[in-house]
């Protein structure tokens, strides 16, 4: 008979199970170890990483270092220096409070910690693999900490078997090493992965040289300041113009008392703030730090701290909503308004939509078109068209069809034999640009033409990466790009068939979305394709009726009327006997 024997865990076991809380991949460590330098104030740190910080992460820093006798203590669990009871919550403004990181660090890898106070002759060389203490002697050191992890979870493979390619781990931590820099603009950061400095910072305390270390000269030209203050909150920072938004909200960084947060309030009531002025997709960039008092928030909700909740969501809301809205308002010279396109061909269209085409003439009278009857006779622009149900066409029946308007300033009704078509003007155009260039790359006709304005890109070192990555492929489309440095490009010429919509905003995007996915060399065309044409329709929505009357052809000849890049479909159809049906007069 089985029997049940309970025993309670050994120490090192429950470190082992309780480190995914608190260490769940290498990004974790190094959010750690940098939040502990950051809380010993130093004001010079340097991480390094290799092979995505799965073998090798080091963090050194100039604070003020760990007494000897406390050593130990350092790597006990839940030992801290920074709370002494529950009430010390409502004043704390260290960024680490609940005295498990370095325990569970030391449990899941090989650590080495060297540290030595300012007042200490000799320092600290201490090594604890798996939660074991391997050796602890005095060495001759600086003031200051360096910490090295090595081999994460090498003795909980389970663990190992989750973590991302190192590819994608080092840009993990990429990211929260930007923005540790941009909390903490007083602070000079080195970071260096696999023996490359990715970036480094100044330290000098002004948020925007950080900014412009971290997100590159265009931004950081085209930032309004934030400046707002109450009894409650200060927030202060910088929040890009609109015409910089982002397709990711990877560039979101919002900082309470100092500490990166994530946080629906507040991304909503930024985000609402920018309504009406950026692209539906499109994400604001900011830096921003809302200071307030620590008895206002919550940070304890999760083992990452964060997480964070508010005592009252609404006051924030109010207060972050008003303030971005005022930095709008006091910039409104600066800013250039997104004006609706107003095109030539448009207006004109509007009053006589269309002239040469006798059959189908298009007069908007007190807002209602009027639309005369096809003449049989005549021969000319009546085009050949049928789309059955089954989404196939037969090219040898021809069916005139008819043009009735737009509806929604989106969708546009055609009637054709005894149906009504509704075509998604944006998925239509978007699936016409798409197989252009398809065909053209496919059968090597791929033609590029001069910009006479080329586009100077400037970017930071992570995206000027990526853009490099995936420059060859982009090269392949039509595009013709000179590199000027490793992190500035001149786009000089473009496919053919885009060069109307190509901005600074469109090469964004496509390196945004390139960061999504590793994906091989085919792939990576097919993304970039997709990208740029939906793109494309975006920056251009309000084709002229000569546009749409091309469109409508277009659609009709090509390979996949039916379905926009993405999988939408683009026309859908309605038969006459279903309409019918609908007023009762067909069962
Ligand atoms: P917490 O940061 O929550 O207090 P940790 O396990 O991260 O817990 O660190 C335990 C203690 O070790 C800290 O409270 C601090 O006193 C000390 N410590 C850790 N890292 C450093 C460092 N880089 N410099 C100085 N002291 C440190
Ligand atoms: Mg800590």
């Known amino acids: 008979m089985r029997v049940n024997q309970i025993k309670l865990l050994s120490d090192v076991m429950i470190h082992k199970i309780s480190a995914g809380e608190v260490i769940e991949r290498p990004i974790s460590i190094v959010k750690e170890l940098v939040e502990n330098s950051i809380d010993a104030g130093a004001k010079i740190i340097t991480v390094e990483i290799k092979n995505g910080g799965i073998n090798f992460i080091r963090v050194t820093d100039n604070g003020i270092g760990i007494p000897k006798d406390q050593i130990l203590l350092a790597f006990t669990n839940h030992a801290t220096s920074k709370l002494n009871n529950f009430d010390d919550f409502e004043t704390l403004m260290t960024l680490g409070f609940r005295g498990e990181a370095l325990c569970t660090i030391a449990a899941i890898s090989q650590v080495e910690m060297i540290t ?13 693999h798996g939660g074991k203490v391997i050796s602890q002697n005095e060495i001759g050191c600086n003031a200051g900490t360096t910490i090295i992890a090595e081999n994460i979870f090498y003795n909980t493979p389970a663990r190992l078997k989750f973590l991302k390619k190192p590819s994608i781990e080092a840009n993990y931590i990429s990211n929260i090493m930007k923005r540790f820099a941009l909390s903490n603009p007083q602070i000079s950061f080195k ?279 995936n420059i060859e492929q982009i090269k392949k489309l039509g595009f013709d790009i000179e590199k000027i440095s490793k992190t500035r490009f001149i786009i000089k010429g473009v496919p053919h068939d885009l060069n109307k919509y190509i901005s600074r905003e ?39 009726y000569p546009e749409i009357k091309e469109l409508i052809k277009s659609i009709m000849d090509a390979e996949n009327p039916f379905n926009c890049p993405h999988g939408r479909p683009t026309i859908i159809q309605i038969e006459q006997s279903e309409i019918e049906k609908l007023f009762g007069r067909k069962k």
């Open 116 to 128: 030595k106070t300012q007042n200490d002759i000799l320092g600290t060389n201490i090594k604890i």
């Open 506 to 544: 469109f090469f964004m995007d496509i390196i945004d979305s390139l960061k999504e996915f590793k994906l091989d060399d085919e792939n990576k065309i097919q993304q970039i394709m997709q990208k740029a044409c939906k793109k494309a329709v975006k920056a251009h929505d309000d084709l002229s």
């Open 191 to 469: 970071f260096i992965n696999n023996g490359k400095i990715i970036f480094t910072t100044n330290g000098n305390g002004d948020l925007k040289s950080a900014l412009m270390y971290i997100m590159g000269k265009d931004i950081a030209k085209n930032v309004l300041q934030v400046e707002n203050q109450t009894d409650k909150f200060r927030l202060s920072g910088f929040i890009a113009k609109p015409e910089f938004s982002r397709s990711l909200r990877t560039y979101q960084n919002f900082f309470i008392n100092g500490r990166y947060v994530k946080n629906n309030i507040v991304s909503t009531a930024i985000e609402n703030a920018y309504k009406n002025r950026i692209m539906v997709g499109q994400f604001p960039v900011y830096v921003l730090n809302l200071l307030v008092d620590p008895g206002f928030v919550d940070v304890n909700v999760h083992p990452s701290k964060m997480e964070i909740r508010f005592a009252n969501e609404n006051l924030v809301y109010d207060f972050i909503f008003t303030c971005i809205l005022d930095t709008f308002k006091n910039a409104s010279s600066e800013l250039l308004v997104a004006k609706p396109k107003i095109n030539m061909e448009n207006v004109v269209d509007k009053q006589i939509v269309q002239t040469e085409n006798k059959n189908f003439l298009f007069q908007e009278k007190e807002s209602e078109f009027k639309i005369d009857k096809p003449t049989k006779k005549s021969e000319d622009v009546i085009k050949q068209i049928e789309i059955i149900n089954t989404g196939e066409r037969k090219q040898n029946l021809i069916v005139a069809y008819k043009i009735i308007g737009c509806i929604f300033n989106t969708y546009w009704l055609i009637e054709q034999d005894q149906k009504i078509f509704i075509l998604d003007q944006h998925a239509a155009h978007e699936r016409i640009l798409f197989e252009k260039l398809k065909n053209q790359y496919e059968k090597d006709e791929v033609f590029a033409q001069q910009l006479l304005i080329p586009i100077d890109l400037s970017l930071n070192e992570y995206d000027a990466k990526i853009f490099l990555d």
